[in-house]
């Protein structure tokens, strides 16, 4: 079989496990979990033989016309260069793991079956995105994910907090998907083609009249999907969703999406200074802020939600300085971290009931609850952190020595400004980054008070995908060496100067972190208990989900449940001190879009509807009245009596004379 052929079957496997997925669900309930998990799993083999057939040379190209459409046409293109081949293997393994997982996570919620077709639907449209040659292919797969996340997100539609996350994180990426397209028009435009290949040779030869245009309405679509500020508001709500789905958007779906694009079209924002500085000013201001909001967040998955936008922050910073290898290095090591850490939080969430962190600083022996989940989440959070030797450090490293290399004009693809402020912003990142991780890691799995609430063992689904993620997340980092040939040559091994002040910032972080929480332990400790309650239980127990629900429920339990009071050992308050309610709020930046952007719209809506009831429905209404008012006059006259019609006619005719004989006399007189 051709590569080209097993290429096309990747993203048509999961497609078709899809289809049947939905038309099975309900008539042969059995045949459910095997159409998730099996084209998935084929997908992911797949995906590793064309990377392996591929092995980091040229590039695989393959195209047919589907029809024609004008001056340009639309090819079914296949476009395999090494970054492709790595993602699809990314895919294909997060997946699968989470198709996996999530047979023991929702064995029994009831809609499961559609829940199961639209994770394969989701990872179809992603593999489409990672292997398309076409840039309008691309876009069918970049809005079939955004359609399966809105089903995703409001999977527990019930709760309010699903049904507006979903309609939320349609709305927000709709909005960046808007300039998105045209940017795609205008590129088509100056090039003359919607392949890839062919596009990246007009800016070879410096056919695009529109550079800093063109790249700066496709940044708009790069930032709704890959939640980049501004548009990043709606990723820490879809935390409404089941967990699994959860660790397949943020690991190797739709946020990845949008960085692998300009990963894909590097060339186009290098042709514009322009753009790479506001794409290293964009993603500035998302790693810093993002991380400083994480330190703020009580619900573990917020927390796990603004690392994301941090780390997609990190690969923006590096694409802003050029180097679309260590980007997507980045991307393909926080994908396995970022699924680990997901997941693990599933499992967290089931075995404490509630999703609140300082709930669970309330309980103890969590950890021991669940040592499959604290184990491999401790490695995941290590890997967040970039501790070396786990795989974030490698791959954080890339950046940050990108970066440099930027800043000290080593390297000329980007401005030197742009390198700075990619720098200055990873360093800063890190520290923070390391401090939330360990904040997370304390209140989670070093709580005080009441056992925590038992749940019986994790499924073997759950905790078995977990250790397979926990090995990537330890040794991807060391294939560094060894991934050069696959980008584009340049090396992504740590030099001595980034690697000191990362690592040292981020032992800082992590360390002053833990200082902090066990000074304010300790003074909390001696705290007067009411009614002779253990200690740690002075604020009241914590609210949790029905400790013999399975874990899909207790999540969704645990959406309605209150948050207790502040937790005064919370280190995220001592660390962020008066800036600490901003970041909890997200910086009010829902606000200010409320302020700006909701209230107008439906203030204008309230006009239309008052104009549409008032005006228009009066003149619709006028118009009818009328009618029938002229229908009962004449309605009035039709009486039967001959005599009166006999009178009418007569009064009429006479009045008919009187009216001729003034005519006639007027006319003469003149």
């Known amino acids: 079989m051709t590569t080209t052929t097993l290429a096309?079957?990747?993203?048509?496997?999961?497609?078709?496990?899809?289809?049947?997925?939905?038309?099975?669900?309900?008539?042969?309930?059995?045949?459910?979990?095997?159409?998730?998990?099996?084209?998935?799993?084929?997908?992911?083999?797949?995906?590793?033989?064309?990377?392996?057939?591929?092995?980091?040379g040229k590039a695989i190209d393959a195209a047919t016309q589907l029809t024609p459409t004008g001056s340009v046409p639309i090819d079914l293109a296949l476009h395999i260069d090494g970054f492709a081949a790595l993602v699809a293997i990314l895919v294909g393994v997060v997946a699968t793991c989470v198709q996996i997982y999530s047979t023991g996570y929702l064995r029994h919620d009831p809609r499961y079956p559609s829940y199961a077709a639209l994770v394969s639907l989701f990872t179809s449209a992603m593999l489409l995105v990672v292997y398309s040659g076409d840039l309008m292919v691309l876009l069918v797969g970049w809005e079939i994910m955004g359609i399966c996340s809105y089903f995703l997100v409001g999977h527990y539609w019930e709760t309010p907090e699903a049904r507006s996350a979903s309609l939320k994180a349609f709305l927000v990426t709709k909005l960046g998907d808007v300039p998105f397209l045209i940017g795609l028009f205008a590129l088509a435009a100056d090039a003359g083609t919607f392949r890839i290949t062919g596009v990246l040779g007009a800016v070879a030869s410096g056919g695009l009249d529109h550079p800093t245009l063109v790249a700066l309405l496709l940044l708009a679509g790069v930032a709704g999907k890959s939640a980049q500020f501004p548009l990043h508001t709606w990723l820490p709500d879809a935390m409404a969703g089941p967990t699994p789905v959860s660790a397949l958007i943020h690991a190797a779906t739709m946020v990845a999406a949008g960085i692998y694009f300009v990963a894909r079209l590097l060339p186009v924002f290098a042709a514009s200074a322009a753009a790479l500085t506001v794409l290293a000013v964009m993603a500035a201001l998302t790693m810093v802020g993002s991380a400083l909001a994480a330190l703020a967040q009580d619900d573990i998955k917020r927390v796990l939600a603004y690392s994301t936008i941090g780390q997609l922050g990190y690969?923006?910073?590096?694409?802003?300085?050029?180097?679309?290898?260590?980007?997507?290095?980045?991307?393909?090591?926080?994908?396995?971290?970022?699924?680990?850490?997901?997941?693990?939080?599933?499992?967290?969430?089931?075995?404490?009931?509630?999703?609140?962190?300082?709930?669970?600083?309330?309980?103890?022996?969590?950890?021991?609850?669940?040592?499959?989940?604290?184990?491999?989440?401790?490695?995941?959070?290590?890997?967040?952190?970039?501790?070396?030797?786990?795989a974030g450090f490698f791959s954080k490293e890339a950046v940050l020595v990108a970066a440099e290399h930027t800043a000290t004009g080593e390297r000329t693809v980007a401005p030197a400004g742009a390198g700075w402020i990619v720098l200055v912003a990873g360093l800063l990142t890190a520290l923070l980054t390391a401090a939330y991780a360990m904040r997370l890691w304390l209140l989670a799995f070093r709580g005080r008070g009441a056992d925590a609430p038992d749940h019986g063992r994790q499924p073997v689904a759950m905790t078995t995908v977990l250790w397979v993620l926990a090995i990537p997340s330890l040794g991807f980092g060391l294939t560094a060496a060894y991934l050069d040939d696959w980008f584009d040559g340049h090396p992504l091994t740590p030099t001595l100067t980034t690697a000191v002040l990362g690592t040292g910032l981020a032992v800082v972080g992590g360390a002053l972190t833990y200082a902090i929480r066990r000074t304010l332990a300790a003074k909390a400790a001696?705290?007067?208990?009411?009614?002779?309650?253990?200690?740690?239980?002075?604020?009241?127990?914590?609210?949790?989900?029905?400790?013999?629900?399975?874990?899909?429920?207790?999540?969704?339990?645990?959406?309605?449940?209150?948050?207790?009071?502040?937790?005064?050992?919370?280190?995220?308050?001592?660390?962020?001190?008066?800036?600490?309610p901003h970041a909890a709020a997200g910086f009010h930046l829902d606000a200010v879009y409320r302020t700006l952007f909701v209230r107008p719209v439906l203030a204008g809506a309230s006009l239309v509807r008052f104009l549409d009831r008032e005006v228009v429905d009066t003149y619709v209404s006028g118009a009818g009245s009328s009618v029938k008012g002229l229908g009962w006059l004449v309605r009035r006259a039709q009486t039967g009596n001959v005599q009166t019609y006999l009178s009418a006619l007569l009064a009429g005719s006479v009045v008919l004379a009187i009216v001729a004989v003034v005519l006639a006399n007027v006319a003469a007189g003149a």
Do not use: C
């Open 8 to 56: 096309v079957l990747v993203p048509l496997l999961p497609f078709l496990g899809s289809a049947a997925g939905l038309l099975l669900g309900r008539a042969a309930p059995g045949f459910t979990r095997p159409l998730a998990v099996l084209p998935t799993l084929a997908a992911a083999v797949l995906a590793a033989v064309v990377a392996g057939r591929q092995g980091g």
């Open 315 to 390: 690969m923006s910073g590096a694409l802003a300085v050029g180097d679309r290898g260590a980007a997507v290095f980045h991307l393909l090591s926080h994908g396995a971290f970022k699924a680990l850490l997901f997941l693990a939080a599933g499992a967290v969430i089931h075995a404490a009931g509630t999703n609140s962190l300082t709930a669970m600083s309330r309980m103890s022996g969590l950890a021991k609850r669940i040592p499959d989940a604290y184990w491999t989440m401790s490695v995941g959070l290590l890997a967040l952190a970039a501790i070396p030797p786990f």
């Open 526 to 580: 001696p705290a007067t208990v009411p009614n002779g309650a253990p200690n740690g239980t002075a604020y009241g127990a914590p609210h949790v989900a029905h400790p013999d629900a399975e874990a899909g429920q207790v999540e969704a339990e645990a959406l309605d449940l209150p948050h207790p009071a502040a937790d005064p050992a919370d280190p995220g308050r001592a660390l962020l001190g008066p800036l600490h």
